[in-house]
């Protein structure tokens, strides 16, 4: 086939099973993970970032060593920085994968692949709209809403100008007359920083004063579930598992699991605070429920034409119904191992998935939906798959 032709889903998987090995011996992958500010040249100015900022690296030698034993010769990381372009173009790089929760700003998610739109590049990872949805929940929950997805009642609190009998107000015309709980988070940030448990409006208001205080940017109060908590784990349809390559009618949604709450914690611990083990994670066995569950993140991914893949995080309320809270844009993604473990790696046993074809499985399914919407914008890859 030309680079200019169109591919059907059936033609996507004759030309990747067909010339895997090419592909394998060919192609050049950058795995990028975020940079540092403080280096030098990395940026021209320093500025603020309302998402708490860590730099994945770790977990992008360990995606990047993934697909070097996967069998993919040409692999190297790079940080998200200000020479990111020069080092792409100096090492003749085809394709990324992004790992990155960006540098610094405002909507740092969306960075990287805005970048990478820019110079027409190929990348694993959400579109920068995508990106800039998942990673501000208000927009994210405002989409759920449209798409009649169920979500927990919220308010958007975009500054603290305003006063208690205000914030009160707009709290009662939102929820009625429910005078909480609540929980209070930023609308941009990761592994629970900021979450907190309101009891009542006083606190909320409170929380609400302090965190846009600390985070300079807009805070969400949403009703708080008391119900059981899961995360599922959902990708694009195109699935690489006990070594075969297939492709589903619908999103790959996997590693159902119920994420349990230890006595007084209302919101899941950060990674941050304490390693995610697996005695805090409970495979979830009731195939009901795990139908259910799959569906909604289902609905999330189709609904919002996602890209990449996305831990989907979903509560039970007091009468059992599911909501979903809210969508991680970049899902940790570090190895398993014996005492630490991630949400999404958690449940590949009962895929009979290997890390290696986890991460194969996303730089497949970005390939993939370059072959069959946009070939003529990936001339370089296309002509590998001929």
Not at 114 to 141: C, R, S, W
Not at 212 to 234: D, M, Q
Request: some cysteine; proline content about 5%.
């Amino acid at each position: 086939m030309t680079s200019g032709s169109s591919f059907s889903m059936h033609n996507v998987i004759a030309a990747l099973s067909n010339n895997h090995n090419r592909l394998k011996q060919h192609l050049s992958i950058a795995v990028i993970h975020g940079g540092n500010k403080y280096d030098e040249g990395s940026c021209f100015y320093k500025t603020h970032n309302p998402r708490a900022t860590k730099s994945y690296e770790s977990v992008a030698q360990q995606i990047a060593e993934a697909l070097r034993n996967a069998g993919y010769r040409h692999v190297i990381t790079l940080p998200e920085n200000a020479q990111l372009l020069e080092q792409l173009h100096s090492h003749g790089i085809d394709i990324v994968f992004c790992n990155s929760g960006g540098l610094q700003g405002y909507n740092p998610m969306s960075h990287l692949p805005a970048i990478l739109e820019m110079v027409g590049l190929p990348y694993v990872g959400h579109n920068p709209l995508n990106a800039t949805q998942l990673d501000n929940k208000h927009l994210f929950k405002q989409a759920l809403t449209d798409l009649g997805i169920p979500t927990p009642t919220f308010l958007v609190c975009h500054n603290c100008n305003q006063s208690f009998e205000e914030f009160k107000a707009r709290i009662e015309q939102r929820f009625g007359q429910s005078n909480g709980p609540y929980i209070v988070k930023p609308t941009s940030g990761r592994a629970s920083i900021y979450v907190n448990y309101a009891k009542d409006i006083n606190e909320a208001w409170l929380l609400t004063q302090e965190t846009i205080k600390k985070t300079s940017h807009t805070v969400l109060v949403e009703e708080y579930l008391p119900g059981r908590e899961f995360v599922v784990a959902v990708g694009g349809p195109i699935v690489k598992n006990n070594n075969r390559l297939n492709a589903l009618d619908t999103p790959f949604a996997f590693s159902v699991i119920e994420r349990k709450l230890e006595d007084n914690e209302y919101v899941f611990t950060s990674m941050d605070k304490k390693a995610i083990s697996s005695n805090r994670l409970v495979s979830v066995d009731n195939e009901e429920l795990i139908q259910k569950i799959n569906l909604l993140g289902q609905q999330v991914h189709a609904g919002l034409c996602l890209q990449g893949l996305v831990r989907v995080d979903i509560r039970m309320n007091a009468n059992g119904q599911l909501s979903v809270m809210e969508a991680n844009p970049k899902p940790d993604l570090t190895r398993p191992g014996p005492h630490k473990t991630s949400l999404v790696c958690h449940g590949l046993p009962k895929e009979r998935m290997s890390y290696e074809e986890l991460i194969e499985s996303q730089l497949l399914n970005a390939i993939s939906l370059r072959m069959k919407t946009l070939p003529d914008s990936m001339p370089h890859i296309c002509r590998l798959l001929h």
